[in-house]
């Protein structure tokens, strides 16, 4: 057990996007915090089923739900999912995303909707979903962008487009589910070494000379805010966005 984690102990989760990266190390850090944590992924199971694995041996249970986030049926089932098995649910984390970026003029209206399905409408139903089983203490928790805040370079439009929405998004439902003690807020993570910005990759020194430490996050930078958020430290925050970036838009 983590020091300063046992307020979340016995406490429910489900993290959208849980089988890799960013959603695998919040995943396990709220299960080190005592957490019971349930995970939704698209395709790759085997991934899903090692986060799973990593959560039992911390000795809380864990459960993997195959759900692709633009299919809102198949996300609120995730939710009832999560509640009929473990009997509860307390913790949300809208973390499950698609980085489509590219110049403007070769962004369609696919390109749009599955964007606009997985980025905004995706985190909007399953914290409606969630909400209806929330109650005093309840915490949402969404993963966005820094470059909501700071769009740095171009052909990013449609993502920032996307990650910008759950600013307002994150405020409407502080206002919306604060009398009922349930907090809302949004982690802007800036550079991450994950499967879809490794801190190896082409790019990696111009992205990294953006920050003001000079290197990527590890996902687990990003879970600790996350973890803070979920625990006792975070109960009263809410409507907030908090930067993880390293100073990226210092």
């Given at each position: 057990m983590l020091d300063g984690m046992k307020e979340i102990e016995g406490k429910v989760a489900l993290v959208t996007?849980?089988?890799?990266g960013i959603g695998a190390a919040v995943a396990v850090r709220l299960a080190e915090g005592g957490a019971d944590v349930a995970l939704t992924y698209e395709r790759d199971t085997v991934r899903a089923d090692a986060v799973v694995d990593q959560i039992k041996n911390i000795g809380r249970r864990g459960l993997a739900i195959q759900a692709d986030s633009a299919d809102?049926?198949?996300?609120?089932?995730a939710v009832d999912t999560t509640v009929g098995t473990f009997g509860g649910l307390d913790i949300l984390v809208n973390n499950a995303g698609v980085f489509i970026v590219g110049p403007l003029d070769?962004?369609?209206p696919a390109e749009l909707d599955r964007t606009l399905a997985v980025n905004v409408r995706a985190p909007f139903v399953a914290s409606q979903a969630?909400?209806?089983h929330m109650t005093d203490g309840g915490r949402i928790i969404s993963i966005g962008s820094n470059m909501a805040e700071r769009a740095t370079f171009p052909g990013f439009t449609l993502y920032v487009l996307s990650k910008t929405a759950l600013v307002g998004m994150t405020k409407g439902l502080a206002r919306d589910l604060g009398s009922r003690g349930i907090t809302a807020n949004l982690v802007h993570p800036g550079p991450t070494d994950t499967d879809a910005?490794?801190?190896?990759?082409?790019?990696?020194?111009?992205?990294?000379?953006f920050t003001a430490l000079g290197r990527y996050a590890e996902p687990r930078d990003i879970a600790a805010t996350v973890a803070h958020l979920a625990g006792?430290?975070?109960?009263?925050v809410t409507?907030?966005?908090?930067?993880?970036?390293?100073g990226f838009t210092a």
């Amino acid at each position: 057990m983590l020091d300063g984690m046992k307020e979340i102990e016995g406490k429910v989760a489900l993290v959208t996007g849980g089988s890799r990266g960013i959603g695998a190390a919040v995943a396990v850090r709220l299960a080190e915090g005592g957490a019971d944590v349930a995970l939704t992924y698209e395709r790759d199971t085997v991934r899903a089923d090692a986060v799973v694995d990593q959560i039992k041996n911390i000795g809380r249970r864990g459960l993997a739900i195959q759900a692709d986030s633009a299919d809102v049926a198949a996300l609120t089932a995730a939710v009832d999912t999560t509640v009929g098995t473990f009997g509860g649910l307390d913790i949300l984390v809208n973390n499950a995303g698609v980085f489509i970026v590219g110049p403007l003029d070769d962004l369609g209206p696919a390109e749009l909707d599955r964007t606009l399905a997985v980025n905004v409408r995706a985190p909007f139903v399953a914290s409606q979903a969630a909400a209806r089983h929330m109650t005093d203490g309840g915490r949402i928790i969404s993963i966005g962008s820094n470059m909501a805040e700071r769009a740095t370079f171009p052909g990013f439009t449609l993502y920032v487009l996307s990650k910008t929405a759950l600013v307002g998004m994150t405020k409407g439902l502080a206002r919306d589910l604060g009398s009922r003690g349930i907090t809302a807020n949004l982690v802007h993570p800036g550079p991450t070494d994950t499967d879809a910005n490794p801190a190896d990759g082409p790019n990696a020194d111009a992205i990294r000379g953006f920050t003001a430490l000079g290197r990527y996050a590890e996902p687990r930078d990003i879970a600790a805010t996350v973890a803070h958020l979920a625990g006792d430290g975070g109960r009263y925050v809410t409507g907030a966005v908090i930067n993880v970036d390293g100073g990226f838009t210092a």
